[in-house]
């Protein structure tokens, strides 16, 4: 890929990054009184009326508005690798292998709890490497683990495959994510070296933040030994070394703080908000504005698609947690809590 290459992907881009919705698309959403005016307000005024168009009027379910709106940004995804050649078209394509990843977590977590498989993105994922339709019949972990031979994803999971319980659904995610992390990291050393080394500062960012938040969740929720929290942890983070996070995974709670709040991701626990109920959203709305400042400067790698691929990620959760919030009676107030985006110029 040359610079000529991706200023033609880049224009495309930003023709895509003009149909975010506007602060004053999120207000609009959020000051509705009910969940089918937000819905009809999406229909009528945003870029995802035609996705919408076909759902029943008398039955605004969130979950199929959520189905549809993450099938517009894998159609958008898909439509943009195609302009990509050879190691970058791979590269995005394993980018896409996150969807996977996330819907085999929602399926693990409903075995578990033993609630309705719940339908999922990649029904709409071309590249798709397991037959979701046939996934979402299974109803015990075990078949379900055999029925993704084949995959990339099987002999990861296998040897969980008659265990059961929060605790190996946890096991199961960390592994999902430290495939998806390595897969990404091979890829990504195919790359040409500025893109390689662009997409490495944001890869090392994210495996940091999460190996924080795994290691937090680790030892609050499932009482995971320091062995444990070491063996999961994932390789090729920015700011820490091994050391470090070995000593984080032999800390306690208030420890772990201590380290954190002396590190550039102090933004975690420096706060007087629920922790654990908003840690997801603060390395979500950090990614958000580094993400907005990259697509703002153009960069003539792949980090121009990469922050608008988020973005809009990040906007589709939005949404559904704007549908969601208006569903439980939250306020305004609480609602704004919930989201992703910052509301520029307003109270919110």
Known sequence: MNGQNFSAINTKTRVLKSRLLSDQDYINLMQFDSVKEQIDYLKNNTVYGDLLADIDDSNYD????????????????????????????????????????????????????????????????????????????????????????????????IPYKDEEGPKTTFYMEMNLDRLYFNQLKVKCQKLKKVDRKAFDNILGENVDLLNIEWIYRGIKFYNLIPEELINYLLPHGKEFKYKDLKDMCYSDIETLKTIVLNSKYSFLFDTKKDVELFMERRIERYFYFKFKSLLKKGHLNILTTIAYFHLLEFEIRDIISMLEAKRYGFTLDETVNYLVKKIEGSDY
Request: include cysteine; hydrophobic fraction near 40%; aromatic fraction near 14%.
């Open 62 to 157: 969130i979950q199929n508005v959520e189905i549809n709106l993450k099938r517009y940004l894998i159609v958008q995804m898909e439509k943009i690798i195609r302009y990509f050649t050879r190691e970058y078209k791979e590269f995005y394509k394993t980018m896409l292998l996150r969807y996977e990843v996330e819907d085999l977590k929602l399926y693990l977590r409903a075995l578990e709890r033993k609630e309705e498989i719940p339908n999922v993105a990649c029904f709409f994922l071309e590249h798709s490497t397991f037959n979701s339709k046939k996934l979402s019949k299974i109803t015990d972990v075990g078949e379900f683990i055999d029925g993704l031979k084949g995959t990339i994803y099987y002999e990861i999971l």
